[in-house]
């Protein structure tokens, strides 16, 4: 359920769902879904809590085909989004390393393509 919010702002930008949000909703919408996923998420303990990381890390950055860049990109927002919001809770920069590598290339996939001459 969490992923399905967390993909809204890949969503959005998918015609056939009609989803209309304006920016400023969608970072509102965002800043909620965070709240949610934290609060799910204090209660956890590491054992269970890596795993379920691991796999949004893995839904953020490669269970979409390579092509769809700007899909990846989006989805990897909504991942620092909540990454942002997590490391602020425990006042600690953890678990970004984890994920560090595959979201850097999914972003700099979209920035290459977005912007050829970087």
């Not at 009609?18 to 800043?31: M, P, R, Y």
């Not at 909504?78 to 979201?103: C, E, P, Y």
Request: aromatic letters at 10%; a neutral charge.
């Amino acid at each position: 359920m969490l992923q399905q919010a967390f993909d809204t702002r890949r969503q959005r930008n998918d015609s056939n769902l009609q989803i209309s949000l304006d920016d400023e909703q969608l970072v509102e919408f965002e800043g909620l879904t965070n709240d949610v996923a934290l609060a799910f998420t204090m209660k956890l303990n590491d054992t269970v809590f890596r795993p379920l990381f691991s796999r949004l890390v893995d839904w953020a950055s490669s269970s979409l085909p390579k092509q769809d860049v700007e899909d990846r990109a989006s989805r990897c927002v909504s991942l620092f989004s909540f990454l942002g919001a997590f490391s602020d809770r425990l006042k600690v920069r953890t678990h970004t390393s984890f994920s560090q590598d595959s979201i850097n290339k999914s972003l700099r996939g979209y920035l290459r393509r977005t912007f050829p001459i970087l």
